[in-house]
């Protein structure tokens, strides 16, 4: 596989009404900063990755701006729906509207620990 034509799809556009709080979880602070840039920051880091796309729930763009600072002008986002289902197809969707990937890896914001090692299991 080619490094430009494999594309990460973090999926975040929970409302996070099971963990309370005023934030959706994707946005609650763990270690420091927001739980999604976590996962941002492997994904966006990994050579092999050409593209690193986020779905969101409607109206959490700026939410996701402040999330990821500076990185954020490397995501690329797309608004998910009621469903993660709903929000992986919206992602995929995009993403093959936008010239397509040979290889989309689909990963949830909550899961922040992801590591390289594991991308390079996947691919």
Same mark, same amino acid.
Request: charged share 10%; no cysteine.
């Given at each position: 596989?080619? %490094? ?23 946005? %609650? ?28 729930? %409607? ?42 990937? #040979?290889?989309?890896?689909?990963? #949830?914001? %909550? ?8 991308? #390079?299991?996947?691919?």
């Amino acid at each position: 596989m080619t %490094a430009s034509r494999i594309a990460a799809l973090i999926v975040a556009a929970g409302s996070g009404t099971r963990l309370g709080g005023t934030l959706p979880k994707q946005f %609650a602070l763990l270690a420091g900063k927001p739980m999604i840039a976590h996962s941002f920051t492997v994904f966006s880091s990994h050579p092999m990755i050409a593209q690193t796309w986020v779905a969101i729930g %409607a109206g959490q763009e700026a939410m996701l701006a402040q999330a990821l600072g500076p990185a954020q002008s490397t995501a690329r986002s797309v608004t998910g729906g009621a469903t993660r289902r709903e929000s992986v197809l919206a992602g995929l969707t995009t993403i093959a509207a936008d010239g397509g990937a #040979d290889l989309v890896l689909i990963h #949830d914001a %909550a899961r922040p620990f992801l590591r390289h090692s594991v991308i #390079d299991a996947l691919i």
